[in-house]
């Protein structure tokens, strides 16, 4: 792998100095400074929250664990990395820069966060700084120009091939894991223990995972983010949802899978419906795909999956149009995926900014671009049973057209959601989490 990467990595930098060359020209600044970030502190104690790398410093280097450390970028020159290495007997210091990607950075090592601020540019009104506002160092503040960062944003939504290459490893990574949550799950094993057995086979601690693992067995998969983790398994597990993923070297991968217990073989059916439906919105992700609409679309197979099922009977047009699909999928259809799980951008209408609002009647959807090569989405559909919501539907006009019988029925199963990682190619798409499944098989 490392020599694929060494491959890559080197077109994959050219193409991040040619976009902050273009950002900061449009911008009228001379230096790109990206801050790592520094450790955050609980209130009233010494207790830092775990630390999370600023995505704009990890898009140039597989380097997520150097707080105080910085990236300096003049167009015309050869990127800097400033690197903090503190002379602490408290904590593990991270190690000297090594790798395929070293040769591509003049790197100087510095062991006071202070120190850092001598190889800095000096004219800081001349520098577009990117931070958190907790990485100042002294009058090197982060001013995250807006001309900057919306150019920047916009680009980072088209992947390297180098990006493409460490997605399909955080794929497999996640994939693996959860084979070994699903063993655990059919061996009658407790939320807590199926999270451990997930982390066990991924190899990385919470703080590494790109998101917290949600594991929900039974009706609190109706909870869209569940992540209470029981210690004690249920008497009777009838249903497993699993939403984890696995990071590589700063990428995430963001994959959802739902179980039923072989005596649930009426939910098998609906998950197998589901799974039908999303194969088919998967197929979608192609250039010139409208996001916005293929939610709406969505919309409207899963209305008609709970029309065929005798959930509703009502059309599926009726349902989407009345908002009762809504309270069986409340949620978007996806979002983009890259260096952050919610990667940014996914409603920008260009590179200088501007916003696409979300359709009508559906808030929680997380892009609404029109999608184009080398763009990395999730496509993840659900139909869930929640309390709260269908308490509310019971209370509309709409209540009679809904088979409450069998709703009711299944309430004890939670809900379905099933979620891939794709990549909108000039072709056909590629399913990162299925391409993954298949080679673990």
């Given at each position: 792998m490392s020599d694929l990467l060494a491959r890559l990595y080197p077109e994959h930098l050219r193409t991040l100095q040619a976009r902050a060359d273009a950002a900061l020209a449009r911008g009228g600044f001379d230096h790109l400074l990206i801050a790592a970030g520094v450790l955050r502190y609980q209130f009233l104690d010494d207790s830092p929250y775990p630390f999370a790398v600023n995505p704009h410093f990890?898009?140039?280097?597989?380097v997520t664990k150097a707080p105080g450390s910085w990236i300096v970028y003049t167009p015309g020159s050869k990127p800097k990395l400033v690197?903090?290495?503190?002379?602490d007997y408290w904590h593990v210091v991270p190690e000297a820069p090594a790798g395929y990607w070293v040769d591509h950075f003049d790197?100087?090592?510095?062991?006071?966060?202070r120190a850092a601020r001598a190889h800095l540019p000096?004219?800081?009104?001349?520098?577009?700084?990117?931070?958190?506002?907790?990485?100042a160092l002294g009058d090197a503040k982060p001013n995250n120009p807006e001309i900057v960062l919306n150019y920047l944003h916009w680009h980072r939504s088209y992947k390297t091939d180098y990006e493409l290459a460490m997605?399909?490893?955080?794929?497999?990574l996640g994939v693996r894991a959860h084979r070994a949550a699903e063993a655990a799950f059919r061996a009658g094993k407790s939320e807590y223990d199926i999270n451990t057995a997930y982390l066990n086979a991924v190899h990385e601690t919470e703080n590494e995972l790109p998101y917290g693992n949600i594991i929900a067995l039974n009706q609190?998969?109706?909870t869209l983010h569940y992540m209470d983790l029981n210690r004690a398994p249920p008497a009777h597990a009838e249903s497993f949802l699993i939403d984890a993923g696995a990071s590589f070297h700063g990428y995430g991968s963001d994959i959802t899978r739902t179980h039923a217990a072989p005596q649930a073989r009426e939910f098998q059916e609906l998950i197998d419906a589901v799974d039908a439906a999303q194969r088919g919105f998967v197929a979608k992700v192609r250039p010139g795909q409208n996001y916005a609409d293929l939610h709406v679309h969505a919309h409207h197979v899963l209305a008609g999956i709970l029309k065929d099922q005798d959930f509703i009977r009502m059309s599926a047009e009726s349902a989407v149009e009345s908002?009762?699909?809504?309270?069986?999928f409340p949620h978007g259809l996806g979002h983009l995926l890259g260096l952050q799980v919610h990667d940014v951008a996914g409603f920008q209408k260009d590179e200088g900014g501007g916003t696409i609002p979300r359709p009508p009647g559906h808030p929680y959807l997380r892009c609404t671009r029109t999608l184009e090569p080398r763009m990395v989405t999730t496509i993840e559909p659900g139909i869930y049973f929640i309390d709260l919501l269908l308490g509310e539907l019971k209370n509309t006009p709409q209540a009679?057209?809904?088979n409450w019988a069998k709703v009711d029925a299944f309430r004890r199963y939670g809900g379905i959601r099933i979620e891939d990682d794709v990549v909108c190619a000039a072709d056909a798409p590629e399913n990162l989490t299925r391409d993954a499944f298949a080679a673990s098989a």
């Open positions: 990890k898009h140039w280097l597989p690197y903090l290495q503190p002379r790197i100087v090592i510095v062991h006071e966060a000096q004219a800081f009104a001349r520098c577009a700084i990117i931070g958190d506002d907790n990485a997605l399909r490893v955080a794929s497999k609190h998969a109706a908002g009762v699909a809504s309270a069986f009679r057209e809904v």
